[in-house]
């Protein structure tokens, strides 16, 4: 009998793991959520009451933590085996991936989300391409996207009028622009060569992958049988990402070395030549990132390039100040080079920076009653229903009793509207393209150190010119590749490699 | 005959520790955490220097190869080009000769500079010569934390040294309170806010936001003399110099002054008995006796300047082009921006063994036979 009833125990230990967790009625237990945007602080509450009321069992703190150190908190607490089970983070999680620190989603989001009516994969519910966009240099999925961005020009609408300046429609536009600003005797734009304004790197993707559209298939070469890009459509490139071994062939091919690829010289020297036009290189030095937002709003500069998540700042501040100095803004597309700055910028029209601004990440190896709670909530959160919901709520101004938005990110689920009024900036890409022109090493920390040292500062501040920033780059980009084949090692094709390199 | 000696009860080493117990069971919870803060972080570093670890999932034993990278130098000579088809020297446009750049040199010779990057050049003759270094930022920094140990030593010293006598010569008692308070005031204030102040002290008019009090003094004298000090290569690391002019530190004023406070009376009134004046007695009286104040703000000084990084963070990350980077900012963002932990345990170690080297010639130079209790 006693045996028996041993043996009866033991099958059932090995059981219970295999039992699915997800039944959603046998879900209990506690876990905490935490995200460093205190605007979605409100909308993530009411989604855990929401869950809450129907699972019953279910407990979800929702906590929020500071912006600054926010990295070195997470990992910190990954590392320690005490994070919180979901975590709002940016686009630097797969800094995270390639320490193995969080859960791979793919698997999930082969699976339908319970809380759709459809039973198309979950993953098949966030927008497009830009889901694809997040994937790893291995091709692994490791978020749940919350919301997009998309990033345009702000301008100073009431000195462009008095100046007679019009909005530019295109790069030589855009420079004539920044010398008429200059001429006005103002500042046309404020930047900080710092990593903590993106003013002078984001443009740098933007101009590159435009540039580089011709030698997709020369680089995506580890590609689906039959697999074509075609610049028309978008679509064309999704489920492909450059891997690093295809990144390293390309490289020691010439295609994406800094010093052969004659793509990475134009685009040095527009950057070049828009330092020299539209900021001031030694102030520019000096700055710091948290200086340029400000500036834009005193009016110190009239051109600020920054994305959606400016606009409830921006609408706040310039609210705040004397009416004499209030100024109406709008906003511009990033000027996009023509076929008359170089025959590379000929295959379609430039995209616009807009991507995934945010997701969620969870835990690797967390005890899986958590995990499963953790992966419940997230899929309850992005169904349509639910994202709809927490999308269009308003916070009240207590004085003037008027609503706005708790934010005007554009979300990353599908079939979630936007904003009235913030279509201008809602996440497109006209054209097909992928992230050939690499600035570093694919998640290479240290290669995206060197590169601000001898781009963002000693190039764009005036100290060397363009062979000598070429020559550091492509050195730069050299080691940063060699190093991400060290850290994905499991994930390179070495017959592809040995097949394909030079 | 026997012989009556006095009996001796002297007490075993573990008799006297039993006495004491409750001593030595108070100091438990101090060394404790002493060891597990301290101690132990700092052997941990030294075993995890010798390793390739990234803080989480690849831990690889390298030996001293981290010490290697950080410390390894080698001098490139590279000739002027010659022309293949006249056998001359090759020049420019400009009539200058033409060098193949050292990164191509480099390049043409893998197996020996696999890893190094240029350092700094220069031209002896018609030879370029480059020093190279495979971690050249970590090099450089090491020259500037060389710079503000020196200007940090003599901050932190000389002012201090120079107000603690005058208020020591004070007349007025009442006076010599008051001047104590406002020099220890102004450490309530926290230094990071100080740091951004000077910041803002050296900014440049742009876009119509007004020059710093920096720029605001110097165009009042000559407007070219404005300059963007925290964005030039050549005048940042003066600027973090200059910053928190004229450099009061309170406490290390009090410190020299409780010094000067303990010397004897008798022996001022010997020196005057022999003649000694003003800058005599300084020299031959006040600063002797005074070794062992100086000897405690020379090491927090030293220390402060090899280990601190957080004001330059602050002011200009390091940069620009990390013209003011130091090794504990190196030391940082190799940990925590580069996932680099045993590289980044050796820099600490690197610096331990030159702290500690400091501090043993430091406390050697201002040994003192004569101290006075303040």
Redesign the interface.
């Known amino acids: 009998m006693f045996k028996r009833m041993l043996v009866l125990l033991l099958a059932l230990a090995v059981a219970l793991p295999l039992v699915p967790a997800t039944a959603q009625e046998d879900l209990a237990g506690e876990i905490t959520f935490v995200t460093f945007m205190g605007e979605w602080v409100t909308p993530f509450e009411t989604a855990a009451a929401d869950y809450m009321a129907l699972h019953p069992g279910v407990t979800i703190t929702v906590s929020t933590v500071p912006y600054d150190g926010l990295q070195?908190f997470y990992?910190t607490n990954l590392?320690g085996g005490t994070a919180p089970e979901i975590m709002h983070a940016e686009p630097w999680w797969n800094?995270f991936a390639s320490?193995?620190?969080i859960k791979q989603m793919d698997d999930v989001f082969a699976a339908p989300n319970p809380y759709n009516e459809d039973d198309t994969p979950w993953g098949d519910a966030f927008v497009q391409p830009f889901l694809d966009f997040t994937r790893d240099p291995g091709g692994h999925i490791n978020v749940v996207p919350w919301s997009l961005y998309g990033v345009g020009m702000f301008y100073n609408k009431t000195f462009f009028d008095n100046n007679g300046i019009t909005a530019p429609t295109n790069w030589d536009e855009f420079m004539t622009t920044c010398k008429a600003i200059k001429d006005a005797g103002?500042?046309p734009m404020?930047v900080a060569?710092?990593?903590n304004d993106a003013q002078w790197f984001w443009p740098l993707g933007m101009l590159g992958n435009f540039a580089m559209r011709s030698e997709v298939e020369a680089v995506n070469l580890r590609t689906a049988e039959g697999w074509a890009f075609d610049v028309e459509d978008p679509t064309s490139t999704l489920g492909e990402s450059i891997t690093v071994d295809e990144a390293w062939v390309a490289f020691n091919k010439g295609i994406i070395d800094p010093l052969a690829a004659p793509e990475y010289r134009v685009i040095a020297e527009m950057m070049n030549e828009w330092a020299e036009n539209c900021i001031?290189r030694?102030?520019?030095?000096?700055?710091?990132g948290s200086e340029v937002y400000q500036?834009f709003w005193?009016?110190?500069?009239k051109i600020f390039m920054n994305g959606t998540w400016f606009i409830s700042t921006l609408v706040n501040e310039i609210n705040n100040l004397p009416e004499e100095q209030q100024f109406e803004w709008n906003i511009f597309a990033y000027p996009s080079p023509t076929a008359d700055n170089g025959e590379m910028f000929s295959m379609g029209v430039m995209n616009q920076n807009m991507n995934l601004r945010n997701g969620f990440i969870v835990p690797a190896n967390l005890d899986p009653a958590k995990e499963a709670i953790a992966i419940d909530f997230l899929q309850f959160m992005t169904s349509t229903e639910e994202a709809s919901k927490l999308f269009s709520l308003n916070r009240v101004d207590e004085e003037t009793g008027a609503e706005y938005p708790w934010s005007y990110d554009p979300p990353a689920v599908v079939g979630v509207p936007m904003r009235p009024g913030t279509e201008a900036l809602y996440p497109r890409i006209d054209n097909a393209e992928m992230g050939l022109f690499l600035t570093n090493g694919q998640g290479d920390?240290?290669g995206w150190?060197e590169f601000l040292?001898?781009f963002g500062?000693?190039y764009l501040?005036g100290?060397i010119d363009t062979d000598a920033v070429l020559?550091?780059w492509?050195?730069s980009l050299e080691?940063g590749l060699q190093r991400a084949l060290e850290t994905y090692e499991e994930d390179i094709d070495q017959q592809f490699l040995d097949e394909n390199l030079p | 005959m026997a012989t009556l000696s006095p009996t001796v009860h002297r007490k075993t080493l573990l008799r006297r520790i039993w006495d004491a117990k409750l001593v030595y069971v108070m100091l438990v919870p101090t060394f404790a955490l002493l060891f597990v803060f301290a101690y132990y972080p700092f052997f941990n570093a030294l075993y995890r220097s010798l390793f390739n670890w990234n803080g989480v999932n690849v831990e690889e034993f390298i030996g001293l190869e981290n010490f290697s990278t950080l410390l390894s130098v080698q001098v490139v000579t590279i000739d002027p080009q010659i022309d293949a088809a006249t056998g001359e020297l090759l020049r420019d446009e400009d009539g200058n000769l033409v060098y193949e750049s050292v990164r191509q040199f480099m390049r043409a010779d893998r197996e020996r500079y696999e890893g190094y990057q240029s350092m700094s050049s220069f031209m002896i003759g018609d030879h370029q010569i480059h020093l190279v270094a495979k971690d050249p930022v970590f090099l450089n920094s090491f020259v500037n934390m060389i710079i503000f140990v020196v200007t940090d030593v003599m901050k932190a010293t000389l002012i201090p040294l120079l107000l603690a006598n005058m208020l020591y010569h004070l007349w007025s008692e009442r006076w010599r309170y008051i001047f104590r308070i406002l020099l220890i005031l102004p450490a309530v204030v926290p230094g990071v806010v100080g740091i951004l102040l000077w910041r803002d002290f050296y900014a440049m008019p742009v876009g119509g936001r007004e020059a710093g009090l920096v720029n605001q003094i110097l165009g009042l004298i000559d407007p070219s003399l404005m300059h963007t000090w925290l964005g030039d290569v050549n005048t940042v690391v003066p600027a973090i110099i200059f910053t928190g002019f004229p450099w009061v530190n309170g406490a290390n004023t009090l410190i020299l002054l409780a010094g000067l406070l303990a010397i004897p009376g008798e022996l001022y009134d010997a020196a005057k008995m022999d003649g000694a004046r003003g800058w005599t007695i300084f020299w031959s009286l006040e600063l002797p006796l005074l070794r062992g104040p100086l000897r405690l703000v020379l090491v927090f000084a030293l220390i402060g300047a090899v280990q601190g990084y957080g004001h330059i963070l602050i002011m200009t990350s390091g940069g620009p082009a990390n013209a003011s980077m130091v090794p504990g900012l190196w030391l940082y963002r190799n940990a925590f921006g580069f996932n680099k932990y045993g590289y980044a345990s050796a820099i600490g170690v690197i610096l331990f063994i030159i702290l500690i080297a400091f501090t043993i010639t430091s406390q050697r130079m201002l040994r003192s036979e004569v101290e006075f209790e303040a």
């Open positions: 070195d990992r590392v800094n320490l193995e620190l103002a500042l404020y060569l710092k990593p001031d030694q102030a520019a030095l000096a700055a710091d500036a005193t009016g110190q500069s920390t240290q150190d040292n001898f500062q000693q501040g100290m020559e550091e492509s050195f080691g």
